[in-house]
């Protein structure tokens, strides 16, 4: 397997974002212009970045809650102790992609595994942009 760094994601990326924008400029001329021949396909180099970047791997994480702690309770915890939150158990469950937050949803059993049943999720181009960087 290949190892990709933050440079070439960041290539990749801004690749994506020219793609996107190309495909963009020809939607709405496409639909100023009216009925359109067939699309033609994109050129192989296209191709081959938009493959590399949905091969790409980022952290999917759905979270329970969050809360800042002193060092001096981190310090301190043991087995046994308990956190609380200001969540309902009830709430939705945060979705983040590179921690930001792309969705929500609620918790739900897989088998013997945890799953996220998502009710909100953001548009294409927002999840895009989640993977940027900070």
């Given at each position: 397997m290949t190892s990709i760094d933050q440079s070439d994601i960041g290539t990749l990326l801004q690749?994506?974002?020219?793609?996107?924008?190309?495909?963009s400029a020809e939607l709405?001329?496409?639909?100023?212009?009216?009925?359109a021949e067939p699309a033609q396909a994109?050129?192989?180099?296209?191709?081959?970045?938009?493959?590399?970047?949905?091969?790409?791997?980022?952290?999917?994480i759905a979270q329970l809650a969050r809360r800042p702690m002193s060092v001096a309770i981190i310090r301190d915890l043991s087995v046994g102790a308990i956190?609380?939150?200001e969540k309902s158990v009830d709430e939705e469950l945060d979705l983040l992609i590179s921690d930001r937050l792309i969705g929500q949803g609620h918790c739900v059993k897989v088998g013997e595994k945890f799953g996220l049943r998502i009710t909100h999720i953001c548009d294409k181009a927002e999840r895009i942009r989640s993977l940027g960087g900070p």
């Amino acid at each position: 397997m290949t190892s990709i760094d933050q440079s070439d994601i960041g290539t990749l990326l801004q690749e994506a974002a020219a793609l996107a924008s190309a495909a963009s400029a020809e939607l709405a001329e496409a639909s100023v212009a009216g009925p359109a021949e067939p699309a033609q396909a994109l050129p192989d180099q296209d191709d081959i970045s938009l493959a590399r970047i949905l091969k790409v791997r980022v952290p999917v994480i759905a979270q329970l809650a969050r809360r800042p702690m002193s060092v001096a309770i981190i310090r301190d915890l043991s087995v046994g102790a308990i956190l609380e939150f200001e969540k309902s158990v009830d709430e939705e469950l945060d979705l983040l992609i590179s921690d930001r937050l792309i969705g929500q949803g609620h918790c739900v059993k897989v088998g013997e595994k945890f799953g996220l049943r998502i009710t909100h999720i953001c548009d294409k181009a927002e999840r895009i942009r989640s993977l940027g960087g900070p």
